[in-house]
């Protein structure tokens, strides 16, 4: 994956994050889970189940939480409270390592992911930034892991940072 700016990997999470909650085909090489259609017991793929079911990539979808998750503690390293930010899942307030702390999107509501991303710019985009050691190699690290299974992610940054958009 080419080095991309931080600007350009922190206004990307939004559209990253949408990209891999919106994965229906498991991948290449992956089975879809099996179907069975509501109101019958017809057993489709060979198994049967609750009603019909799409085929889903669960790996794209803690994918995307992950990257939501690390958006929001670089946010409160950069001094942003994450608390009220909308409809997320988070740890227990008793976790020993991380308590309260972000683990992802509820219900499938991205309106979280944008408002700490356009906190977490305005941040940046201030003349006080500093950023905080390590961020841009933890970005770059975990968006280069994902461009490896889903190559469309270094696409679209490719894409932004030649736009220069933000």
Same mark, same amino acid.
């Given at each position: ?13 939004? @559209? ?6 919106? +994965? ?7 089975? =879809? ?9 017809? /057993? $489709?793929? &060979? ?28 946010? @409160?390293?950069?001094? /942003?409270?994450?608390?009220?930010? &909308? ?14 702390? /972000?683990?992802? /999107? ?9 408002? $700490? ?7 940046? @985009? ?5 950023? =905080?050691? &390590? ?12 461009? +490896? ?18």
């Amino acid at each position: 994956m080419p080095t991309f700016t931080l600007p350009v990997m922190v206004s990307g999470i939004p @559209e990253t994050v949408r990209l891999l909650r919106d +994965k229906i085909d498991p991948g290449p090489g992956r089975k =879809p889970p099996p179907v069975e259609w509501e109101g019958t017991n017809e /057993i $489709v793929n &060979g198994t049967r189940g609750f009603g019909p079911r799409l085929p889903l990539d669960v790996d794209a979808l803690d994918a995307a939480d992950q990257l939501f998750a690390t958006a929001a503690y670089w946010a @409160e390293m950069a001094g /942003i409270d994450v608390t009220h930010v &909308g409809r997320t899942w988070r740890y227990p307030p008793t976790h020993p390592e991380a308590p309260g702390a /972000i683990r992802g /999107i509820r219900s499938g509501d991205l309106d979280p992911v944008y408002l $700490v991303v356009d906190q977490l710019m305005n941040e940046i @985009e201030s003349p006080h930034w500093q950023e =905080p050691a &390590g961020m841009h190699g933890n970005l770059t690290g975990i968006l280069s892991h994902l461009s +490896k299974r889903w190559p469309l992610i270094s696409a679209m940054l490719a894409d932004r940072q030649r736009r220069n958009l933000r």
